[in-house]
């Protein structure tokens, strides 16, 4: 065992009562059904930023319908700036309350359902989202439909989908279903290929949606993405089987058991040898701040593009096409022949991937053409290891009855930051954009700063890592402990 994977347990005291299904490395499981998820996403979330744009700009903002049209267009014409901040400026507000009600019940759940997947099983935390995301993409349709509706009313189409645990949950369940099905030697490789499906359904549908939009409109094409979603929920109840045998099925009321929240505490929080509590935390909060980054921008990307390059939908679809391919490719290259053959251990490779990432942010905040947004993908090739790769070693270096707490903890922070981020991170780009609207970018490089401090402070513990060996005792032994 390498000391990127020495376990940071104080005894082999605890077994794992928790079976495994047989070894079939790489048995589709995870992949398909997220592939399909982030298909649809990538597939929605342009329309749906359109609409809440256009919708702004007639309901909120007073102005004609004719002025307003070009929001609805994948392609952009010279319509005044003023109008343009104007609604921009307004919209922020509805997309902060939208992450914010797809994130407070998440946050909650993912307290408990750590602990509860332990003895009622991981599908749960995978189904109940997807059938949420069902419900909510399908009232999504209907909202579309009803164009009398401002922007609003579609906070209210997304209770189901956050009631039911929303990315916070599924990510969980994913992970910790992907842990108990895979061996050690090959769990970097399947997180980065879950990672990969879910790069790969965002690339196919940057590319796919202007096309969809000119060809079928905004309505039908929320209708395929909704198709996409149902898909993934039924191939999940269908063909995903329960990766923890003896598994109990639990209701409602045994989730929201508060002795489920002590006990992931107690286990999460408890001192461990070679400062290995402080290793597991720093590793948490790192893992957790790329999320609260990717919250933060997940409306102000597509936005600053248009404030600061004037691109419209064709041209943001197509450089976010590019992003993700270029990442899913840099993490199959990194894992498969960077770490493989030059033997780079995954803490080691995850701040790597966390520099390319303040590259890539530096970049963007300066862009002042299409160019430099391409020149900041390219050096952000390996960008996209950093939460398999911690993951993973997280996974490695945990006895295995905390894994799936040390996960929901880590839900619940990643739970936490969509309530904080979008509020942080829209007021700053409402308070610079016509000033500096890169300041945002500004302040991801400084959070991804702080992630590689504290990497760096987990790497520095590690080196100092004594191996302490233990003994099984056998019944013959005439010593005790």
């Known amino acids: ?83 343009e901040d104007e609604v921009q400026s307004y919209a922020t507000f509805v997309t902060m309350l939208k992450t914010t009600i797809e994130s407070v019940a998440p946050a909650i759940l993912s307290f408990f359902l750590g602990v509860w997947s332990d003895t009622h099983g991981r599908k749960p935390l995978i189904t109940w989202p997807l059938l949420g995301m069902s419900v909510t993409g399908g009232l999504i349709v209907v909202y579309s439909m009803m164009e009398d509706l401002g922007p609003w009313w579609y906070i209210l189409t997304l209770l189901p989908v956050s009631l039911a645990g929303g990315f916070t949950v599924l990510f969980t369940g994913a992970y910790c279903y992907m842990s108990d ?163 780079v251990s995954d803490l080691a490779f995850a701040i790597i991937a966390f520099l390319s990432a303040i590259a890539h942010y530096m970049i963007k905040a300066f862009a002042v053409t299409t160019w430099h947004m391409y020149l900041s993908v390219g050096i952000a090739m390996f960008k996209g290891l950093s939460s398999p790769l911690i993951r993973s070693l997280l996974t490695k270096i945990l006895p295995v009855v905390d894994i799936a707490k040390v996960f929901a903890l880590m839900g619940a922070l990643e739970g936490v930051s969509p309530l904080i981020s979008p509020t942080l991170f829209n007021s700053l780009y409402f308070a610079t954009i016509k000033i500096f609207p890169g300041a945002i970018y500004i302040l991801c490089s400084a959070i991804t700063a702080v992630c590689v401090v504290f990497l760096g402070i987990v790497q520095y513990y590690r080196w100092r890592t004594t191996s302490i060996t233990y003994e099984n005792l056998t019944p013959g032994d005439s010593t005790s402990s």
């Not at 005291?13 to 992949?31: G, V």
Request: charged share 15%; hydrophobic share 45%.
């Open 1 to 83: 065992m390498s000391q990127d994977e020495e376990p940071i347990t104080e005894s082999n005291r605890n077994s794992y009562t928790i079976s495994e299904i047989p070894s079939k490395p790489f048995r589709i499981t995870m992949e398909f059904p997220l592939f399909f998820t982030m298909l649809s996403m990538s597939l929605m979330i342009t329309v749906i930023n359109n609409i809440i744009l256009y919708r702004t700009c007639v309901h909120s903002l007073n102005h004609s319908h004719e002025e307003c049209k070009i929001f609805l267009s994948p392609a952009k014409n010279n319509m005044s700036q003023e109008l």
């Open 181 to 343: 099905v895979t061996s050690t030697e090959h769990r970097s490789l399947r997180m980065t290929i879950l990672e990969a499906s879910v790069s790969a359904g965002s690339v196919i549908g940057s590319l796919l949606c202007p096309k969809l939009i000119a060809l079928v409109g905004n309505v039908y094409l929320l209708l395929i993405s909704n198709t996409l979603v149902v898909i993934a929920y039924v191939f999940t109840v269908i063909y995903v089987r329960e990766s923890l045998t003896g598994a109990v099925q639990g209701g409602l009321c045994s989730v929201l058991d508060l002795n489920l929240v002590r006990e992931m505490f107690r286990d999460c929080f408890k001192k461990r040898p070679n400062r290995g509590r402080t290793q597991i935390l720093l590793l948490a909060v790192a893992n957790s701040l790329t999320i609260f980054i990717f919250y933060g921008l997940m409306s102000l990307d597509y936005m600053y593009t248009r404030e600061k390059l004037h691109w419209a939908t064709k041209q943001y679809t197509t450089y976010s096409a590019a992003s993700t391919a270029i990442t899913f490719f840099g993490s199959f290259f990194g894992v498969m022949l960077v770490q493989k053959y030059l033997r």
